[in-house]
T-cell receptor
């Protein structure tokens, strides 16, 4: 089945630094990648949707200059948290859909990245 | 607005059966998904329903009634490893997933 590899699995960084999270689709072409954030005991919150070769679409309330998304190829999307602060500490998960036709396959999720900003 | 409702938490006994309900109101409908999420891990796909009726897959079954905006996930022969959160998500007319808050299922011996 479709696999999305996400890394790092966890990262601790100092306040004010930047962190890059990568998601790679291993056996399919991810034309669309979704980035989610999940706080403890809460549901998934969609941050942005990116399509290969175009600018990401950010959800209301998500700062695009703080959460930089790059989807330069059909197999790689990155999320960079710039100037991270403790309130950015969360579980970040990427999800991919191969194309518009395979709705029934669902969305394949990466394993998630636990970010802790100290 | 768009809304997905599911119970916050449920408790069941090992070996028993539990039904987790989900009701939804969305702009358009292109299917309903159930995902399982263990603490600290990403969600994993369980089922997809786009037509009315029951889909059975081993110990897990999922039911959909589009006219009622209602679905349920049925788990049989519960095992301790089934303790997790179960997320209901609806794909709207723009093929975007709208997520419920999840139901935390606690299995007791």
């Amino acid at each position: 089945g479709a696999v999305v590899s996400q890394h790092p699995s966890w990262v601790i960084c100092k306040s004010g630094t930047s962190v890059k999270i990568e998601c790679r689709s291993l056996d399919f072409q991810a034309t669309t990648m979704f980035w989610y954030r999940q706080f403890p005991k809460q549901s998934l919150m969609l941050m942005a949707t990116s399509n290969e070769g175009s600018k990401a679409t950010y959800e209301q309330g998500v700062e695009k200059d703080k959460f930089l998304i790059n989807h330069a190829s059909l197999t790689l999307s990155t999320l960079t948290v710039t100037s991270a602060h403790p309130e950015d500490s969360s579980f970040y998960i990427c999800s991919a859909r191969a194309g518009t036709g395979e709705v029934s396959y669902g969305y394949t999720f990466g394993s998630g990245t636990r970010l802790t900003v100290v | 607005g768009q809304n997905i409702d599911q119970p916050t938490e449920m408790t069941a006994t090992e070996g028993a059966i539990v039904q987790i309900n989900c009701t939804y109101q969305t702009s358009g409908f292109n299917g309903l998904f159930w995902y399982q999420q263990h603490a600290g891990e990403a969600p994993t796909f369980l089922s997809y329903n786009v037509l009315d009726g029951l889909e059975e897959k081993g110990r897990f079954s999922s039911f959909l009634s589009r006219s009622k905006g209602y679905s349920y996930l049925l788990l049989k022969e519960l095992q301790m490893k089934d303790s997790a959160s179960y997320l209901c998500a609806v794909m709207d007319s723009n093929y975007q997933l709208i997520w419920g808050a999840g139901t935390k299922l606690i299995i007791k011996p």
